[in-house]
């Protein structure tokens, strides 16, 4: 996601009240409508918008032409190499984004714009805390390397931390206790994703309260994995059916067998 949550970005008092509403709009899945309301003569609010547009294809699996456009005037636009950096990073998320999808195989594009965006943007930056994250992605959902995407996780979550990026760090939470989870760690697991869901509750992050409710719930025993999964159920409804990976997930376990 790129503008995730930190102090600036509309998620904390005080900030523009631009980005306020631009977040607002985000975490409630009205990407489009967000992106709108960004002022369309500079490369960082291009970058944003091509970001917000790159996230809803993400989420719905819809808006790929959107992205694209937005994407190739970020590119357009982008002056310095940080710049170039972040709009290489989005670039790597929309190809990463159309091969997990099955839209088409892109994962060679974005290895090489990940790659790209790695030279060009300074190590200890915000934005590099963001794209070893989505390092991590790649190693682990589409090069199938867990131990290599733990390592991205941490990096990710170690630079989150520096630059109090708390919705960045709702991400590697989840995505660090999922990899426990997978290892059989129990408490470890558990423990982040509760970290994950607490975060973006206390942000207002509604689009993405259901998959950690969800991913909580595959830590937990009974009664209180049907539980949270039924408050994911409900957030998932709300949103007209957002993220859509998340409804196989969500499915009701067939009943039990009887002799």
Do not use: K
């Amino acid at each position: 996601m790129a503008h995730t949550a930190m102090s600036g970005n509309g998620t904390t008092a005080g900030d523009d009240p631009l980005q306020t509403a631009v977040w607002r709009l985000r975490s409630r899945a009205c990407w489009t409508d967000a992106a709108a309301l960004l002022p369309p003569d500079s490369a960082a609010a291009a970058l944003q918008r091509a970001g917000l547009l790159v996230e809803r294809c993400l989420y719905t699996e819809q808006g790929w032409q959107d992205a694209e456009d937005a994407l190739r005037t970020a590119e357009a636009l982008a002056a310095g190499d940080e710049e170039r950096g972040a709009a290489a990073c989005e670039r790597g998320q929309l190809a990463y984004a159309a091969t997990l999808h099955g839209v088409r195989d892109r994962a060679d594009e974005a290895r090489a714009a990940l790659g790209r965006a790695a030279a060009l943007i300074p190590p200890g930056s915000a934005g590099r805390a963001l794209l070893d994250f989505r390092r991590g992605l790649l190693a682990e959902n589409l090069s199938r390397s867990p131990q290599a995407a733990r390592a991205a996780y941490r990096r990710a979550h170690a630079g989150a931390v520096a630059h109090s990026d708390a919705l960045l760090l709702s991400f590697t939470w989840r995505h660090l206790a999922g990899l426990s989870l997978r290892d059989g760690e129990l408490a470890e697991a558990r423990h982040g994703f509760a970290e994950s869901l607490r975060i973006r509750e206390e942000l207002g992050y509604l689009v993405g309260t259901a998959p950690a409710l969800a991913s909580l719930a595959d830590a937990e025993s009974e009664p209180e994995a049907s539980r949270l999964r039924e408050e994911a159920r409900r957030l998932y409804r709300l949103l007209g059916g957002v993220p859509t990976w998340l409804s196989s997930h969500l499915a009701p376990l067939p009943p039990a067998a009887t002799a």
